[in-house]
T-cell receptor, first 115, second 115 residues
Framework: GAGVSQSPSNKVTEKGKDVELRCDPI?????LYWYRQSLGQGLEFLIY????????KSGLPSDRFSAERTGGSVSTLTIQRTQQEDSAVYLC?????????????FGPGTRLLVL | AQSVTQLGSHVSVSEGALVLLRCNYS??????LFWYVQYPNQGLQLLLK??????LVKGINGFEAEFKKSETSFHLTKPSAHMSDAAEYFC?????????????FGTGTLLAVQP
């Protein structure tokens, strides 16, 4: 079956512009996660959605970052007024029910470069 | 706060040699433990995980890891390296406390396999 998909695969933008990154989780998975992978910070958690519960936004680095999950499926991560330090690979993952012992299935990521 | 330490950001082995990638976690309560592999320009793929039960866990591609509570370790091994094992390996924990099933990752170990 289809895995987690993300688009675009690569995004180059200018400093100060807004960007939207999209994630399509595996069908039927209720939990969705965003992570960021950067040279300086490694892999870090950003935000977590589980069903209809309020998302855990504790990993978002600033108020320029926001995310939505519509209809319990597709998610969009938005970065406003991008900065050069936002350059990273943004990874999305999903899991069936959001329990701690579940495997998280990762997408290929969106590579963001802010010039 | 939970943390994961991977000793050795780069490890190089000869084809056919033993692979040993080290992972230690900090937690008074043993978390769930995961090893993921990332091939170039791809997302993360689960190699194996420890949740409960047998402390020696076997994963895909001939890898295994042993959970040692007394040493707070979860080292990854493979008896005989293959060229196709060249990739980056991440150890991760899922803390048992806290509301969110987020993964906390180590900084990764890049494995090179020499012919």
């Amino acid at each position: 079956g289809a895995g987690v998909s993300q688009s675009p695969s690569n995004k180059v933008t200018e400093k100060g512009k807004d960007v939207e990154l999209r994630c399509d989780p595996i069908s039927g998975h209720t939990a969705l996660y965003w992570y960021r992978q950067s040279l300086g910070q490694g892999l870090e958690f950003l935000i977590y959605f589980q069903g209809n519960s309020a998302p855990d936004k504790s990993g978002l680095p600033s108020d320029r970052f926001s995310a939505e999950r519509t209809g319990g499926s597709v998610s969009t991560l938005t970065i406003q007024r991008t900065q050069q330090e936002d350059s990273a690979v943004y990874l999305c993952a999903s899991s069936p029910g959001g329990t701690r012992l579940e495997t998280q299935y990762f997408g290929p990521g969106t590579r963001l470069l802010v010039l | 706060a939970q943390s994961v330490t991977q000793l050795g950001s780069h490890v190089s082995v000869s084809e056919g040699a033993l692979v040993l990638l080290r992972c230690n976690y900090s937690s008074s309560v043993p978390p769930y433990l995961f090893w993921y592999v990332q091939y170039p320009n791809q997302g993360l793929q689960l190699l194996l995980k420890y949740t409960t039960g047998a402390t020696l866990v076997k994963g895909i591609n001939g890898f295994e890891a042993e959970f040692k509570k007394s040493e707070t370790s979860f080292h990854l091994t493979k008896p005989s390296a293959h060229m196709s094992d060249a990739a980056e390996y991440f150890c991760a924990v899922s803390p048992l406390r806290g509301a969110t099933n987020k993964l906390i990752f180590g900084t990764g170990t890049l494995l090179a396999v020499q012919p």
